[in-house]
């Protein structure tokens, strides 16, 4: 193995390990912003959070810009950070930051599946077994009780099919990205997608909620605050440059194992927070898990 090769190697592995720690951290971000703020407010603050790091890096590009790419970068930017930012923390509403990791584990193969639904794209036999695995596990994350047995259908968390709309978000615009933006670099795609959205999540936060007044009003609003400018920051902006340069450097197979890894942080920071998962719980993890391996592998 020559130097640089060795070098590459170890850049992508200190990639992955941080991306991991970042994004698996995201949940616990997320649970702590809603013990002040509503699953709306969480998602928006986390919106303006992320464009205005990325602002020096969105403004001067956007005047090169033509109507269409402009009008395909808020598509990009709704489908892929916008619509997904509110919809993680409605669901841990109801579910543990610690399963809506796992589940978040499942975007891989609605890429398969959007893809092969809509863009044309083949879904072999492996993706369909894989995509079968993965939804048993599923099921059974959204099915089991507490008390450990298993809830008949009208009890199963209907809050998961948040997360799993979110997966379907991120999947529909990775190929938005794939088809409609062979022009743009990564880094202009991330910033300005996210810039796009900007008005909408301030006009929504300050005119459409009480988030000002609880930053005036509530002990704990500001230390909430802390959490949600971290993910905007650092799990959302800081996250997407650090994978687009992941994804330039290394495989696609390397790059798609943070998929893999993110999930293992959540569940340490759930059971670190004191969450509670139970055999059942874990069954449906490692049926999850191998779904998303088995449907992905080359």
């Known amino acids: 193995m020559s130097a640089t090769t060795s070098e590459n190697s170890l850049k992508n592995w200190s990639l992955l390990v941080i991306l991991t720690l970042i994004w698996g951290t995201s949940f616990i971000l997320i649970k702590r912003g809603l013990e002040v703020f509503s699953p709306g407010e969480v998602g928006a603050y986390r919106m303006v959070a992320a464009a205005s790091l990325l602002l020096p890096l969105s403004l001067p590009r956007i005047k090169h810009l033509n109507k269409t790419q402009v009008k395909n970068l808020l598509l990009a930017g709704m489908l892929g950070s916008f619509i997904p930012a509110f919809l993680f923390p409605l669901a841990q509403t109801q579910l ?10 499942l975007t891989p193969l ?20 894989g995509l079968v695995i993965a939804f048993v596990g599923v099921v059974i994350l959204v099915a089991y ?5 298993w809830d008949s259908l009208a ?17 529909f615009n990775l190929h938005v ?17 996210l810039l796009m959205i900007l008005p ?21 609003a500001w230390e909430a605050l802390g959490y949600v400018t971290i993910l905007g920051m650092v799990g959302t902006a800081a996250g997407l440059i650090l994978f687009n340069i992941m994804v ?13 890894t993110i999930p293992i942080v959540a569940i340490m920071w759930g059971v670190l927070d004191g969450e509670v998962l139970l055999f059942g719980h874990y069954i449906g993890i490692a049926a999850v898990i191998l779904g998303v391996w088995v449907g992905n592998k080359k």
């Open 200 to 220: 909408l999540a301030l006009i929504y936060l300050f005119a459409g909620t009480d988030f000002s007044y609880k930053l005036a009003t509530h002990p704990q």
């Open 110 to 129: 609605f890429v398969v599946l959007v893809g092969g639904a809509f863009f044309n794209t083949k879904i072999t036999n492996r993706n369909a077994i």
């Open 145 to 149: 009780k507490e008390s450990g047995g």
């Open 155 to 171: 009890g199963i968390n209907a809050y998961a099919l948040f997360v799993i709309a979110a997966c379907i978000c991120y999947s």
């Open 96 to 105: 543990s930051s610690s399963l809506t990791g796992v589940l978040n584990a």
């Open 177 to 193: 990205i794939k088809t409609r933006f062979t022009k743009l670099k990564s880094i202009e795609i991330s910033s300005i997608s």
């Open 248 to 260: 330039k450097s290394a495989s696609p197979f390397f790059a798609s194992l943070v998929t893999y």
